[in-house]
C-alpha cells in the first residue's frame, strides 16, 4: 500500500512516499504557497506521483500536518467570532492571570484577546464547581445575545464558555443548541466541547482559539479535498494533531485547536521510531527548519506530552506573551531561529538572529525572490557549507553573491569580514537554540549528557554536531532523508484521541461506582471518535492516566494505570502507583492524603509499520562516494579549508567518515566537525560520535 506524508512548513511543503510492504519511498520539496497552501500540498502530489511514474490514485492514504491554525493565530486572520460567558466573567481575558512575565521589562505586552471585548456578551446562568445549578440559564438572554452577535455585529463563529461547564456542559450544550436552531451554519465550540478542564482563562482561550479557526480549518479542508479529487485521488485522507494521532477530517474540523503543532509532532513520532530501530531510549529530537528550530525529549522511546501550549508569542518571542492553550500537545521547546530567520544588529551593537523570518516568500537573500534580508541560510552558504548547484538536488539554484552582500550590508557597522559575520551568525543560532534546549531538558529533569540527538529538518543536520557539542551530547543521529523528517513522520502515527476532564477528589474518599462511570463515559467518547474514522472496537486500546498530587499542592504529577487493570480496581491501586511516580520525579514521598485533579483517557488504534531503511541504503564505499572538496570554514580545524564532500546515496552500511568534512543529499547537508566520527547503520541513518570536550 502506498502511504503519502505531507507537511506544510513555514517557508517548505515536504512529501514522503512509502510503499508498506516493499520498502520503496520517495520525497519531495517544494516551496510553501502562503496565499493558499493547499495549492502547494496538489502540486507536489502530482509532481511525486509523475516522479514514480504512478497514479494518484494508486496512493492509499495522504497523512497531512499543516501550520494553518499556528499561522492564523499568530497573523490574527482567522474569523470574527463572538462569545457568551457567564454574567460577571466578561473581563477574564483583560484581567489575564496578573503575572509579568519580566518583573524588569517596562515595555512588556501580553497576546490581545482572539475575541474583542464588544462581541463577548454576558448570559445569566451559574454551576458550582460541583456541577449543581447555582442560576440557571436564561435561554432568552441566549437567543438575544446570539441574534445581536450575528446581525449587528456580522460573527461567523461562536465560543461558548461558561464557568464551571467543565463539572456539568448541560448549560453549553443548551445554549450551542439554541444558537444552531437560530443559525444552522454557525460554527459553534463549547468548553465543555473542547477541553473540559478546571481553570477558565486557559479553557476559555483554548475555546475561543478552536472557534476562531474553524471556518477557516473547513474552508481550507473543502479547498485540499475538492483539489486531491480533482487530481485523481479516491483515497483516505488523515490529518495529524499536536499529539501524534491520526484524526477524520471530520474531527479535525470540529477540534482545529488541535492541529497547532502537528508537523513538528510528527517529526518527534519519527525520531523515537528512528530510537527504537537502532535500540536508543532516550533522545533530543532537533529540528531546524525555514522558521523555527525545535527540541523535544524521548525517554524510554517515547515523547515528552504537555497539556499546556502558549501560541503567537507577541513580545520578542517570550514566553508568557502568547496565548495560552490547553491541548494535548508534544512537549517541544521552540525558537525563532530557523534557515529562513532574519538577521539584525540591536541597539547595543550585537548580532541577533530571529526570531522574524523570511519565510517562502520574499525567502532568503540567495534565493533570489526578492528578498535583501539576510537569514542564516545565507550565513550556511557563505560559510561553504551549502553547494548553491545541489541546493534541493539541484531544482534551485541559490546565489552565492547576494547572500554575501546581504550580510556584509548588514553587518558593516560591525566592522567585520564577512566570513567572520557569517560565522558569528552560525554560532549564535547554534548557541541560541542550546540555551533554550538546557533550559527545556533541565526543567523537566532530563539529562541529554546520557542521550542521542536525531537531526532533522532543512538546516538540523547542518547544526546538530556543533549544538551536540555545547550540550556535550555525545551521540547524533543523521537520518536518511532528515530534511522531511516530518513527513515521514506523519506515516508513523496512529489514529487516535485523547480526552483531558477535570475530576477533583480525595483518593481516600472516592466513590468506586461514580468513579468507575465517569471513566467509562470518558472511554466511549474518545472511542467513538475512532469508531466514526472506521476502526473496530477490537483494534481500539484505551490508555489511562491520572493527574495527581498531594491535597494542597499546586502542582500534579501524571500516573499511568496499568492497562490490564480493571475501572473499578483502579482507586485501591492508586496509593502505590502514585508514591512510584512522585519517587521517580522527587526522589521521595510524603505521609499526606492523596488528590485526584483530572482524568486523560486517549484511545488509540494500531500503530502502522513503517520500514526506517525504506531503500535509503547506499552500495560504495566513501572514497568512491567522495564528490570533492568545498572551501568550508571549520575554526576546530583552522578556519577555511579544503573540505571533503562526499553523496550521501553513494555510502554502503558499514563505512566511516571522519570530520571535517559534508555530507550531501538532496534535501539537506550533514556537517561533521573536527574530532566527530560516523558510522552509517543498515537503516542509512549517519550515526556520528561528537568530539565533545572531556568524553575522548
Not at 443 to 455: C, I, K, L, N, T
Not at 611 to 629: D, L, R, W
Amino acid at each position: 500500500m502506498l502511504r503519502l506524508g505531507v507537511d506544510i512548513g513555514g517557508t517548505f511543503t515536504d512529501f514522503a512516499l512509502v510503499e508498506s510492504a516493499g520498502g520503496r519511498s520517495a520525497i519531495h520539496k517544494r516551496l510553501t504557497t502562503p496565499d493558499d497552501p493547499a495549492r502547494a500540498v496538489i502540486e507536489g502530489v502530482e509532481a511525486i506521483a509523475a516522479a514514480e511514474q504512478i497514479a494518484v490514485a494508486d496512493i492509499a492514504e495522504i497523512v497531512h500536518g499543516t501550520t494553518l491554525v499556528t499561522n492564523a493565530l499568530i497573523e490574527r486572520r482567522g474569523a470574527r467570532a463572538g462569545m457568551l460567558v457567564t454574567k460577571g466573567f466578561r473581563d477574564t481575558f483583560d484581567i489575564g492571570k496578573e503575572v509579568r512575565y519580566d518583573l524588569y521589562d517596562l515595555r512588556l505586552r501580553f497576546a490581545d484577546p482572539l475575541v474583542e471585548r464588544r462581541l463577548r456578551v454576558e448570559i445569566p446562568e451559574r454551576m458550582l464547581a460541583d456541577g449543581t445549578v447555582h442560576v440557571p440559564l436564561d435561554e432568552e438572554a441566549v437567543a438575544a445575545a446570539v441574534t445581536h452577535l450575528v446581525e449587528a455585529e456580522g460573527i461567523t463563529a461562536l465560543a461558548i464558555c461558561y464557568l464551571h461547564a467543565y463539572a456539568d456542559p448541560a448549560h453549553e450544550e443548551r445554549s450551542a443548541a439554541i444558537a444552531r436552531d437560530l443559525y444552522p451554519d454557525l460554527y459553534i465550540s463549547t468548553s465543555s466541547g473542547v477541553f473540559p478542564y478546571a481553570r477558565e482563562f486557559e479553557r476559555w482561550t483554548t475555546t475561543c482559539a478552536n472557534a476562531y479557526g474553524q471556518p477557516m480549518v473547513d474552508a481550507y479542508l473543502a479547498r485540499l479535498e475538492e483539489g486531491l479529487e480533482r487530481i485523481g485521488f479516491t483515497g483516505h485522507l488523515a490529518i495529524i494533531g499536536s499529539g501524534g494521532g491520526l484524526m477524520t477530517l471530520s474531527t479535525a474540523r470540529q477540534h482545529p485547536v488541535r492541529l497547532l503543532e502537528s508537523g513538528p509532532a510528527a517529526g518527534v513520532l519519527m525520531a523515537a521510531r528512528i530510537g527504537q530501530v537502532l535500540d536508543v531510549d532516550n533522545l533530543l529530537a532537533f529540528d531546524l527548519g525555514g522558521t523555527t528550530a525545535k527540541g523535544a525529549l524521548v525517554r524510554g522511546g517515547r515523547p515528552f506530552k504537555a497539556y499546556t501550549f502558549e501560541a503567537a508569542h507577541t513580545y520578542k518571542h517570550k514566553s508568557g506573551s502568547g496565548l495560552t492553550l490547553q491541548i494535548p500537545v508534544i512537549d517541544m521547546a521552540e525558537i525563532g531561529s530557523g534557515g529562513g530567520s532574519i538577521v539584525s544588529v540591536d541597539e547595543l551593537g550585537l548580532l541577533r538572529v530571529g526570531p522574524r523570518s523570511a519565510s517562502a516568500v520574499p525567502g532568503p537573500a540567495c534565493y533570489s525572490r526578492g528578498g535583501t534580508d539576510p537569514t542564516l541560510t545565507d550565513a550556511n552558504l557563505t560559510l561553504g557549507y551549502l553547494d548553491p548547484d545541489f541546493f534541493l538536488g539541484g531544482q534551485m539554484a541559490l546565489d552565492a553573491a547576494a547572500a554575501e552582500n546581504a550580510i556584509a550590508a548588514r553587518t558593516a557597522p560591525l566592522g567585520l569580514e564577512t566570513i567572520r559575520a557569517a560565522w558569528g551568525i552560525h554560532d549564535i543560532a547554534n548557541e541560541d537554540i542550546s540555551r533554550a534546549f538546557r533550559m527545556h531538558a533541565t526543567e523537566r529533569g532530563f539529562d541529554y549528557r546520557r542521550s542521542a540527538m536525531v537531526a532533522s529538518g532543512g538546516g538540523g543536520p547542518i547544526h546538530a554536531a556543533r549544538i551536540a557539542r555545547k550540550l556535550k551530547v555525545p551521540q547524533v543521529i543523521f537520518p536518511a532523508g532528515a530534511g522531511v523528517m516530518s513527513a515521514f513522520g506523519m506515516l508513523v502515527g496512529a489514529t487516535s484521541f485523547e480526552i483531558v476532564r477535570s475530576y477533583r477528589a480525595i483518593v481516600g474518599a472516592i466513590d468506586t461506582e461514580t468513579f468507575t462511570a465517569t471513566l467509562r463515559e470518558i472511554e466511549a467518547e474518545a472511542t467513538a471518535y475512532l469508531i466514526e474514522a472506521g476502526l473496530s472496537p477490537d483494534d481500539i486500546t484505551i490508555e489511562r492516566r491520572l493527574d495527581m498530587r498531594y491535597a494542597g499542592q499546586g502542582y500534579d504529577i501524571e500516573v499511568a494505570v496499568p492497562g490490564d487493570r480493571a475501572a473499578g480496581d483502579i482507586p485501591a491501586a492508586l496509593p502505590d502507583l502514585f508514591a512510584t511516580a512522585y519517587r521517580a520525579t522527587f526522589d521521595t514521598t510524603l505521609d499526606q492524603p492523596l488528590e485526584i485533579a483530572s482524568l486523560k483517557v486517549e484511545a488509540i488504534g494500531p500503530r502502522p509499520e513503517l520500514p526506517v531503511s525504506a531503500g535509503n541504503t547506499g552500495v560504495g564505499s566513501v572514497e568512491g562516494a567522495k564528490k570533492g572538496t568545498r572551501r568550508a570554514y571549520f575554526p576546530a580545524a583552522g578556519g577555511l579549508v579544503d573540505c571533503p564532500v562526499y553523496d550521501r546515496y553513494r555510502i554502503a552500511p558499514g563505512e566511516r567518515l571522519a570530520g571535517p568534512c559534508l555530507v550531501e543529499e538532496r534535501e539537506s547537508t550533514i556537517l561533521l566537525d573536527a574530532g566527530d566520527v560516523a558510522v552509517v547503520h543498515p537503516s542509512g541513518s549517519v550515526v556520528a560520535t561528537i568530539a565533545v570536550e572531556g568524553s575522548r
